[in-house]
């Protein structure tokens, strides 16, 4: 995933920020203000134009009233205008918003590309431009109909809320084979759900990043009176700001691992583990650094994690990232690696061990009881500020926002293999084992 434009480097508005934006506000508000004489590329706001670069999927996420339809069907317009017969997927939660916000809304293709339209046939659900190029609507409710269809590039608004999302995504895919360079556009509001956490994490997506106050043809009424209602809430935080939002009893928020981060220089560690979630099959392999100084302090220091590679891919992995901290080591001391066996525990030792010229330090660990319950126990080293997060690993910290107390997963993937490799490497070197924890035995 790719951070693109303006809007992607902002920093979250507080209450403070909102208002100073606010002061700068127009107070006639409206689109309607902005001269029609222009092009779009002059009268967009920052965020609303596709980032250059080599991408298949522009993902707009953003706060309502951010401009996420108009940038939509503009770019919608703009390949219909790029020449050829183009045939292009318009997907909502359902037709019906489809055709009330895609189509026939105040910032729908009938108003921004009215010029090239030759007739929208509500009944087939289809716009037929002059050039021959084609624009069907779909539903994320009836993913199938989607096969059988191919497209050069489709725009699909509010994926956060497609109650078959996966299906839907999928069966587009499939059908995103015609011309040189098949795109998609996606606009919507943030909501937990794997479907948009994967597609943030994959290497194939842009993102754009931007709030309700971005836009500057928006009333200073209104931008003061959502503030005032809804300003640090947690719905406006996800409303307004664009902020995926935290499960309720997250082990973890964005604010406590921020809390945490640090630009401080590495420090010298009298402990480094390497902890490993194993993958099943040729999936993920969690794959976290993690250190203790000499203070007590406990330190996250890499995401070594790798996905979709075989045991001896992460095992090679493995021995890398323990021989690369072996310079941060007192002593003379090497990394322990703390690799959980429940799943091929002789495996998980054999290919670790017979790595070539390995003398890799293994402890072996079983689980006993769920992630959550193991996590919950460093999540309060985090919360007694013990512990440093040195530099951003996104798809590690999504995972552990999505650990619930109690127990439960509810971040992206079916399971937080990054986030348990740390938990296993923080654990063994807070050596704060329970009865009901975790339990190692060093081979």
Known sequence: MVAAGPCASLQRFTPERGAATISDHDNHGGAGETSADLPWAERAHPGQLEPEGDHATWLILAGR??????????????????????????????VEEARAVMVEGDSGLLAVAADLIHKFHSSRGEIHFHNGSVAKLFSANSPEKLRGFQHHHAWC????????????????????????????CITTTPAAGSLLEHL??????VVTRGTTFDNPHLSKRFLERVLELYGETHKGRVELYGE????????????????????????????????VDPPAGDGVCGLVACGRDAAGRFHVIADHSLGETT????SS???????????????????LVVAEGNQGGAMVRD???????SKLKVDLVHAH????????PIAMLFEAGRVQFHGRFPDLERELCGLIAGGGYEGPGTSPDRADAMVWALTSLSKKMTLTGPLLRRL
């Open 65 to 94: 009233g951010f401009g996420k339809t108009r940038a939509g069907a503009e770019w919608v317009a703009d390949k219909v205008r790029s020449g050829g017969k183009q045939r292009i997927a318009l997907v909502a939660a359902t």
């Open 157 to 184: 608004d509010e994926l956060a809320k497609w109650k078959k999302g996966t299906e839907t995504w999928d069966n587009l895919q499939f059908g995103l084979r015609l011309g040189a360079d098949p795109r998609v």
């Open 200 to 205: 943030l994490s994959s290497r194939f997506t």
């Open 244 to 275: 995926m939002p935290v499960p309720a009893g997250a082990l973890w928020t964005p604010e406590l691992i921020a809390a945490s981060r640090t630009e401080e220089p590495l420090p010298d560690f009298d402990g480094v583990a390497i902890g």
């Open 311 to 314: 045991p001896a891919g992460w």
């Open 317 to 335: 992995r493995v021995a890398a990232a323990a021989r690369s901290y072996d310079d941060r080591l007192q002593d003379g001391r090497s990394a």
């Open 351 to 357: 290919v670790l061990h017979n790595q070539p010229g």
């Open 369 to 376: 009881v769920g992630k959550s319950a193991r996590a919950e």
